[in-house]
């Protein structure tokens, strides 16, 4: 069973930056798209970026040009770089990955906190 670990989140002002790491527990070649989500207190998960099997990414209208998702696939992780943090960017960050041809994500962690003070 694949298991998926992140790590990198902690407490930064605004106008800061953070970089979150998640790991995959084996090796995985290239066979599943991932993605970066989260969720504030009260509010529901929402999506944040992704990076398919080929490297192209997609992302959320409030993160594009501030956040940057990447994969070193020899080391089983993908990375989320992001700058400019707002207070708004509060939240559990969670990664997951979806198998290719599949239609959800069947892959998640366990989450890190990201909290940006003001």
């Known amino acids: 069973q694949l298991q998926l670990v992140e790590s990198g989140g902690g407490l930064v002002q605004a106008g800061g930056s953070l970089r979150l790491s998640c790991t995959a527990s084996?090796?995985?070649?290239?066979?599943?798209?991932e993605g970066w989500f989260r969720q504030a207190p009260g509010k529901e998960r929402e999506f944040v970026a992704a990076?398919?099997?080929?490297?192209?990414?997609t992302y959320a209208d409030s993160v594009k040009g501030r956040f940057t998702v990447s994969k070193d696939n020899a080391k089983n992780t993908m990375y989320l770089h992001m700058n400019s943090l707002k207070p708004e960017d509060t939240a559990v960050y969670y990664c997951?990955?979806?198998?290719?041809?599949?239609?959800?994500?069947?892959?998640w962690g366990p989450g890190t906190q990201v909290t940006v003070s003001s």
């Open positions: 084996e090796r995985t070649f290239s066979s599943y798209d």
């Open positions: 997951a990955w979806k198998p290719l041809g599949g239609t959800k994500y069947d892959y």
């Open positions: 990076i398919n099997w080929s490297g192209s990414t």
